[in-house]
């Protein structure tokens, strides 16, 4: 069993993607992230983004890796038709069945159907998560240390990763407007979910910029949040903040399983130490921040 097996099972992993097998096969319905977190012995808090780091895919990842699996096995049986095998899995329609072969295995169920060797193949492929194909890099320099509670102003955007800029900068007019500009402390970024996993235009990011105090008023859509505050694992990268997700998945990966620490319900953060207007994307800095018991 390869290590990242090793930690998927310790953290409930495994049990939630037997429990998607168990209902796929029985055409159950399939539990939300909050029954899949219980399953896993998890707090829906991170279990999502836990999951991701673990297995290298979303559970919605999962259901289609497992529902294709599973179309491969029917199919090859002597009697099988397509539009069978797609109904027995889930899909709505063969044609639906024909779409996500296309796309995921570059073949259609006829020809997947007709030759053993291409779908044997694909179906060694699909057997394990994506995570258990990749290997870990370097050893992380992570650093557990207390962070003092410290409020930013805050705006909720949605679009895609890399017009984030917008945001920042109807905080930074309103900062000057208010004579706050000249005391910015803080930049900071919190993925509400993933830009690898969502069309561009349903990235949901919260924006915010750190005066040293909390305005007493706020015109909508803006608010204050408040960050830090207790122990957290923090990790420097380096490189584009496009990579952020990437490097908290190692963290979670890598670092976490033996660091002998949980994660507690609170934002994980990204404190970014660079402008990139600036800076050269290769040697932009920010500091990943995750919440720890």
């Known amino acids: ?12 992993i495994d049990r939630v993607i037997a429990h998607l097998q168990t209902c796929l ?7 939300d992230l909050e029954a899949l977190a219980a399953i896993a012995h998890q707090s829906p808090f991170h279990f999502h983004r836990l999951y991701r780091a673990l ?10 890796r497992l529902r294709l699996l599973q ?3 029917l199919l090859g049986h002597a009697d099988s038709q397509v539009t069978g095998v797609a109904l027995a899995v889930g899909f709505e329609s063969p044609q639906a069945l024909a779409r996500a072969c296309r796309q995921a295995l570059d073949a259609t169920p006829s020809a997947l159907r007709d030759d053993a060797a291409l779908r044997e193949r694909w179906q060694q492929a699909l057997l394990l998560p994506a995570g258990d194909h990749a290997a870990d890099a370097v050893p992380l320099q992570v650093t557990v240390t207390t962070l003092e509670p410290f409020d930013v102003v805050a705006l909720r955007t949605q679009g895609a990763f890399d017009d984030l800029d917008q945001a920042f900068g109807e905080i930074y007019a309103w900062a000057a407007e208010q004579g706050l500009a000249g005391h910015l ?7 509400l979910n ?11 990011f919260d924006c915010g910029m750190g005066f040293g105090r909390a305005p007493a008023a706020l015109p909508a859509p803006l ?6 505050g207790g122990a957290h694992a923090v990790l420097r990268h380096v490189g584009s903040y496009a990579g952020l997700e990437a490097a908290t998945d190692a963290l979670l990966r890598q670092w976490l399983p033996d660091s002998g620490r949980a994660l507690r319900d609170a934002p ?4 970014y130490l660079d402008d990139p207007e600036n800076v050269p994307e290769a040697i932009l800095r920010a500091d990943i921040c995750v919440p720890l018991r």
């Open 1 to 12: 069993m390869s290590r990242i097996a090793q930690v998927r099972q310790r953290h409930g």
């Open 25 to 31: 096969r029985a055409g159950e319905p399939l539990p």
């Open 55 to 64: 297995t290298g895919e979303t559970p919605g990842r999962t259901v289609a």
């Open 71 to 73: 179309a491969l096995q």
């Open 185 to 191: 402390q803080q930049l900071v970024g919190i993925a």
């Open 194 to 204: 993933d830009h690898r996993d969502v069309p561009a235009d349903a990235c949901l």
């Open 223 to 228: 608010r204050v949040l408040t960050l830090g």
């Open 268 to 271: 994980v953060y990204y404190h």
